[in-house]
């Protein structure tokens, strides 16, 4: 037990590792139509496999969220699809944090050091403030890698899954809705959506070069 606690950090990235190279083979060309195929048909069940899938997402970064969500709102309601996607990013993010926790700040620096956007947002935002966790949700970072560095920053976990869910919902809330009126493409309930999340996405560029400038 001891020699297991003292190599707990190589543990964790060799586990990392091999369940990357096992999965990201059947998740590197998965659709939205595979998602719902596999998923059960109780209603219960497949909000717990969906769960389950943002849970993976905190491990395999490869599986795009937009397939997810969109998937979500195809099986469920509005309301539930919502509630659902929100469940499962509090549960994907939470994973994350405390897996930035475990592998300390100077590994999640290094992996920081990989992602150009990562890297360059984090050098001028090093604090782990609310506003930045917010600002860093927002932004297009990846979900997994900013989950691990405010995690191994120290930030309290309140704020930051309140800051997480502030900043990633309406990015999220959009291709959910989005699912639920699948069957009409053209239709501006369908598009409307994509419309406002790339109003978000372009909101958030100019706060993120915004921010960079003031602090540079």
Partial sequence: MRWLYSHRKQLTIGFIIIITLILIPVVHNLS??????YTPSSPFFAALALIGLYCLRSIIMAI????????????????????????????????????????????????????????????????NTTTTCFIARITPLPIGLTSMFFGAAGMPWSKYIIASILGLSPKMIPYVLAGTSIEGPLSTRFLLPFVISFAITLAAFIIYQTVTKTKS
């Fill in 32 to 37: 939205v139509d595979d998602i719902i195929h």
């Fill in 64 to 127: 795009p969220n937009m397939l997810v969500c969109i998937a979500i709102g195809i099986i469920f309601p509005p309301v539930w699809g919502i509630l659902i996607s929100i469940t499962g990013m509090i549960c994907e993010t939470t994973i994350s944090y405390y897996l930035g926790k475990k592998l300390g700040a100077e590994e999640v620096t290094r992996m920081l050091q990989k992602n150009e956007k990562a890297k360059k947002f984090f050098s001028s935002n090093q604090n």
